[in-house]
């Protein structure tokens, strides 16, 4: 059934694109940042249950916001593209709650979170509210999160936290793109017209949005976690940005990839903090 969706969808937008580079870019667009919905399921919504629950309101959306634990620091953390908060439960479980408060948001479109799209460009919007808003510590984030994160403190560097653990970092927006239209197999049309939508949107090209620009400029210390079996992120990208990012350390990790769920991770992370 995935695939025929999958093959549907690269067709649809073929065809759309053929007819409209307006509409047709517009669509391809929408669809590169729709995450397909994943309900909940009961034992992630119990853990949750356990947390205070707030939204914060960004645009015309509401955010989902849990807390846990009434220490002096706070730790946000920031999961990446298709999770939520419950991706974080065993750092919950494990951090000292008399010593940390630990915030987390569900991004848009993202477990109880309101919204259809997500994106980068939202991601670090929604960051920079958060840390103008709250008092933050630190910041432990994977993948888009992560990502979101450098590039917020690469634009605002007034922002930047003493130190952020960040989680299978992905490379630049480029290579999500080229994925997108390998899998979908559409016509570099359809490539083309998705970017020049994208620049209106965002008012900066695809290529703008790498680790590597970010890295060097970054003021934080940096735990980079990354499994050299990343088949999502690869390896190479955190050795780079390790190699550049001043004040970092990388800790490599094989066998785990890209989700990095393993309590040695959770253990490194919590090292680091404390």
Not at 34 to 63: A, C, D, G, M, R
Not at 166 to 179: M, R, V, W
Request: net charge positive; glycine share 6%.
């Amino acid at each position: 059934m995935k695939k025929i969706i999958i093959h549907f969808l690269g067709v649809y937008l073929n065809a759309i694109n053929m007819v409209s580079k307006k509409v047709g870019g517009k669509h391809a667009f929408l669809l590169f940042c729709y995450p397909f919905p994943v309900k909940l399921k009961s034992k992630q919504q119990q853990f949750l249950e356990t947390s205070k629950q707030y939204f914060i309101h960004f645009k015309t959306n509401k955010i989902a916001t849990y807390e846990w634990g009434n220490g002096e620091k706070t730790i946000l953390c920031l999961h990446g593209w298709q999770s939520q908060t419950y991706r974080w439960k065993k750092y919950i479980e494990e951090l000292d709650k008399e010593k940390y408060k630990i915030v987390a948001i569900d991004a848009p479109a993202h477990g109880n979170s309101d919204g259809k799209i997500f994106n980068v460009p939202m991601y670090v919007q929604i960051i920079e509210k958060i840390l103008t808003d709250k008092k933050i510590d630190y910041i432990l984030a994977h993948s888009l999160g992560a990502f979101s994160t450098m590039c917020l403190f690469y634009e605002k560097p007034e922002l930047a936290l003493k130190k952020v653990a960040l989680l299978g970092t992905p490379g630049k927006a480029t290579d999500f793109i080229d994925e997108y239209a390998k899998i979908l197999k559409t016509h570099p049309r359809v490539k083309h017209n998705l970017i020049q939508y994208f620049i209106n949107y965002s008012g900066m090209k695809p290529d703008y949005y790498d680790t590597l620009r970010f890295a060097p400029s970054q003021t934080s210390q940096a735990l980079l976690i990354h499994d050299i079996q990343d088949k999502e992120a690869p390896y190479h990208y955190a050795e780079s940005i390790a190699a550049i990012w001043p004040n970092s350390h990388l800790h490599t990790t094989q066998g785990y990839g890209h989700k990095l769920r393993d309590i040695s991770v959770v253990n490194k992370v919590i090292q680091f903090f404390d």
